[in-house]
């Protein structure tokens, strides 16, 4: 079993930025690939990155260049820089492996983009 919790979120004005952490805990060894996933007031929950154990990445392409995915795996956390953030991109962040697991979805961290 695995445990996430994520932090970091919180109010931002757009074009500011935000730095989310994800700390895991469990058996996180098995873990291959993370992702952070957000679900926006009435929509689905939709992921945003992806990131190998060994560093490798991706990101949807409405997001890259402005998001960074990053994990440090001798403190078994996750990051997620989000720069030039704007209106759209608030949301309730989480994280989970990809594919995500249902029983793993922790509570999330909400980031709302307002001025």
């Known amino acids: 079993q695995v445990q996430f919790v994520e932090s970091g979120g919180g109010l931002v004005q757009p074009g500011g930025s935000l730095r989310l952490s994800c700390a895991a805990s469990?058996?996180?060894?098995?873990?291959?690939?993370m992702g952070w996933y957000r679900q926006a007031p009435g929509k689905q929950r939709e992921l945003v990155a992806a990131?190998?154990?060994?560093?490798?990445?991706d990101y949807t392409d409405a997001l890259k260049g402005r998001f960074t995915i990053s994990r440090d795996n001798t403190k078994n956390t996750m990051y997620l820089q989000m720069n030039s953030l704007k209106p759209e991109d608030t949301a309730v962040y989480y994280c989970?492996?990809?594919?995500?697991?249902?029983?793993?979805w922790g509570q999330g961290t909400g980031v709302t983009v307002s001025s």
């Open positions: 989970n492996t990809r594919p995500s697991i249902d029983a793993y």
């Open positions: 469990g058996s996180v060894f098995r873990i291959l690939i």
């Open positions: 990131i190998t154990r060994g560093g490798s990445t």
